[in-house]
């Protein structure tokens, strides 16, 4: 008989090395060469949308040479001023990024013109079936839905991304059977070495916020940084995702064999690339001047898989200015909700104009299984611990167990399975270094500290990674028995897996630690081993991995948003005229709570997940389609929340059209989101909340009410019944919150409302913080 060992199931993990996802953020600061100095971005609010769209080089000139005579007001003198400004954004976004030091930033945020003053942080990058498992195509005949060929597959709709860059030469931006380019594009491709075609349309680089920080790693990426090629994979895997091509016969080292394509294939796309590989990219400057080009070119939808470890608040945010001018333009901004859970309080990109996605498995597993010999006949290789395989350096024992570069001894590892241990150096390093010793295989034992993490890889021998706990079992058959013998099967995908989805462990989580009764994240999507297109650039460090992948698989909230941003590009195909945040509506009170064993989805610990793991649930595109009612929101209204959040209507006019008269009661709860939170309910007290909701589906229509009460707590709906006379008419309904908690301990408990006409479901999930008495 044999043993089973560790198979290789690889569902949630978080992604590490040469597969770091999620570009999550942190707080280093951009610092230029002078000590004391570094670059701040001053934020002026935004130009007129008349000014947005006619304005003439003149006019844009104009506004340039304003922001030099402003700066110089306070460093002294007009050219210092022109020297000191990297960017001048002066179509959508109105505002420059310039080297100031801490004391001119304080004073120029002083000025009556200036909304925010802060430091250029840099921000962090955070499929052949999960299309399939959104039942957007049969699972026995893959034929495209109804949603899909309605659609169109997307056809010339506009879908870009902010991010690492495009490999342009992947299949799955071929432009063949496409027509010409739409047009109303007005971007461009930059002449750096590629070419854009009817499927890439335009693809560009922001550099001149990375370009200004000091570092010795600049020194060979020149290629990269004056470049719209993508050397990292990261850009390339996103874009593809969202958007990518139909291509048969797409795998990852032979695996998952299948056709690839994205969530609108037959839309077209753009690169905008602010992100490069080396140390202090993706800057918020860079970041800000890709949203200023992108609102300009004609975008319909921007995929944005950048975030940030710490939360600022919207206006001393990048990202947050970024898409809120593109929403005030008609541009959906999708972005990824981070890979720093599983904590509470981490989820990242938490403006209501932005659409938050959280990332989940999907029914599919990679699996791989390591057999200890125990008397079968196969034939079976011998088994060591690297540990035994080491040489006569310092801290040899050590450094060979971990299977470190040149740790190993070929003469003790030639035609063996070595057991190697994780940790201090990537898992391919130790497939590379087992792989020139002339191991015939690798068992990669977790240490503690990750667990049951396991994460896909292209090894370079045959290697199955295992757990914390079945390593242990591994050493200990290697201890105690005389000749051990161990055999690594192939590879191969197994489809129909349950329970899924489960929510990712790095998936980051509610509840909004800027504005808590905004619920987020907004919806989960597949982002656990996500095949898609990759770089095929060489690597420019020698120690990489030289080889290339046309298709990768990567983990993270930077798949799942791409996944919600293509299906947004066919939303947007079918409904043209839907506002971002009637889109956003229509996928988030459509979406599902339960797996696809009929069960609550669960978190990574197997343990009941809430909405602060999935928000209102796992996307169902299908559904999304025919919401029956919708959330509507418009700028105005986003204005209001600010106004609700304190800011005067002095800033607000800052970028707005028009002044902007705050209500006199403005309430942040009053937000017309799709999703309810209270982050504070005191025992015995009520809160009362107003909603809004816009018949899209038919007429005449009633609905009805569904409530489904968080513990401790009464829910009730005046009126509970709405009647639709009409398309596009909208009614106003009131939900009402008392808490009767008698509990000892102070928490959020979860609920939700659902209106239904029996053929409709439209839910909403309820988020609520009982504060007992």
Not at 404 to 431: E, F, I, N, Q
Not at 434 to 445: E, F, H, P, Y
Not at 594 to 602: E, G, K, V
Request: proline letters at 6%; aromatic letters at 8%.
């Amino acid at each position: 008989m044999t043993t089973m060992i560790g198979r290789r199931r690889l569902v949630f993990h978080l992604c590490l090395i040469s597969l770091l996802l999620f570009l999550s953020s942190s707080a280093l600061p951009s610092v230029s060469a002078a000590a004391g100095r570094r670059h701040y971005i001053v934020y002026m609010g935004g130009h007129s949308s008349l000014h947005s769209s006619s304005a003439t080089e003149a006019d844009l000139h104009a506004i340039t040479n304003s922001h030099h005579a402003i700066l110089a007001t306070y460093l002294g003198d007009i050219e210092r001023a022109r020297e000191a400004i990297r960017y001048s954004y002066t179509r959508h976004i109105n505002g420059f990024t310039a080297i100031l030091n801490e004391g001119e930033a304080a004073q120029i945020a002083k000025h009556p013109g200036v909304v925010s003053v802060f430091p250029d942080r840099r921000k962090k990058l955070q499929t052949t079936h999960s299309w399939n498992f959104m039942l957007m195509e049969n699972q026995f005949t893959d034929k495209a839905t109804a949603f899909w060929k309605e659609a169109k597959f997307g056809q010339d709709v506009i879908i870009a991304n902010i991010d690492g860059g495009v490999w342009p030469e992947s299949q799955s931006f071929s432009d063949e059977g496409y027509g010409p380019v739409p047009s109303r594009w007005k971007g461009t491709c930059a002449k750096a070495g590629i070419r854009c075609n009817r499927k890439l349309i335009g693809a560009r680089y922001f550099n001149k916020g990375v370009l200004a920080v000091p570092t010795d790693a600049k020194a060979g990426a020149h290629a990269d940084l004056y470049s719209v090629r993508d050397f990292g994979g990261h850009g390339t895997h996103t874009l593809s995702t969202a958007a990518g091509n139909f291509v048969p016969g797409a795998n990852f080292s032979g695996a998952a064999l299948g056709v690839a394509k994205g969530g609108a294939p037959r839309a077209r796309v753009a690169s905008y690339k602010t992100c490069f590989n080396v140390p202090d990219s993706c800057l918020e400057s860079d970041v800000l001047a890709a949203f200023e080009a992108a609102i300009s070119d004609g975008v319909d939808v921007l995929s944005v898989s950048l975030g940030d470890d710490i939360n600022y608040d919207y206006f001393a945010d990048g990202l947050a200015i970024g898409a809120f001018h593109a929403v005030r333009a008609g541009i959906t901004v999708v972005a990824a909700g981070g890979n720093a859970g599983p904590g509470l309080g981490t989820v990242s990109n938490l403006a209501p104009w932005m659409f938050t996605v959280a990332a989940s498995t999907m029914d599919r597993s990679f699996e791989t299984y390591a057999e200890l010999r125990n008397g079968l006949l196969r034939k079976f290789y011998p088994l060591i611990s690297a540990a035994e395989a080491a040489g006569l350096r310092p801290n040899a024992t050590r450094d060979a167990l971990l299977c470190k570069p040149g740790s190993l001894d070929p003469a003790k590892v030639k035609g063996k399975v070595v057991a190697c241990l994780r940790g201090d150096t990537s898992r391919l390093s130790k497939s590379n270094e087992t792989a020139k010793a002339g191991a015939v295989g690798m068992i990669l034992c977790n240490d503690k500290s990750n667990g049951d993490e396991i994460s896909p890889d292209p090894h370079f021998i045959p290697t199955v990674q295992i757990g914390y706990k079945d390593g242990l079992k591994v050493f200990k058959y290697i201890n105690g028995t005389k000749n051990p013998e161990a055999y690594i099967t192939g590879t191969f995908s197994r489809v129909n897996v349950k329970p899924a989805p489960v929510m990712a462990d790095f998936s980051s989580k509610g509840p909004n630690t800027i504005a808590p009764y905004v619920l987020k994240p907004d919806i989960t999507a597949p982002g656990v081993n996500i095949i898609a297109a990759y770089t095929e650039a060489k690597p420019t460090d020698p120690s990489e991995d030289p080889r290339k992948f046309p298709y990768n698989i990567l983990s993270g909230t930077s798949m799942s948003c791409p996944h919600v941003s293509g299906v947004f590009g066919l939303l947007r195909a079918v409904y043209p005229h839907w506002s971002p945040s009637a889109i956003r509506s229509a996928i988030m009170t459509t979406a599902r709570t339960r797996d696809n064993a009929r069960n609550p989805i669960l978190d990574s610990t197997l343990e009941k997940a809430t909405p602060f793991s999935y928000g209102s649930g796992h996307i169902r595109p299908n559904r999304a389609m025919d919401p029956g009612l919708v959330y509507d929101l418009s700028v105005s209204d986003y204005l209001d929340f600010l106004c609700a959040r304190g800011y005067n209507k002095t800033l607000l006019k800052l970028f707005s059209d028009a002044p902007h008269e705050c209500p006199k009661h403005a309430r942040i709860m009053d937000l017309n989101y799709p999703s309810i939170a209270v982050p504070k309910l005191k025992g015995g007290s009520s809160i009362t909340m107003t909603r809004k909701v816009k018949n899209v589906g038919k007429s005449p229509a009633r609905y009805a009410v569904r409530i489904k009460e968080p513990k401790g707590v009464s829910v009730s709906v005046k009126p509970n019944v709405l009647k639709f006379n009409k398309l596009g008419e909208e009614k106003k309904f009131k939900v009402i919150l008392k808490a009767k908690w008698n509990g000892t301990a102070d928490d959020y408990v979860f609920g939700g409302i659902t209106w239904t006409d029996g053929i409709h479901y439209v839910r909403s999930p309820i988020a609520v913080y009982v504060v007992t008495a």
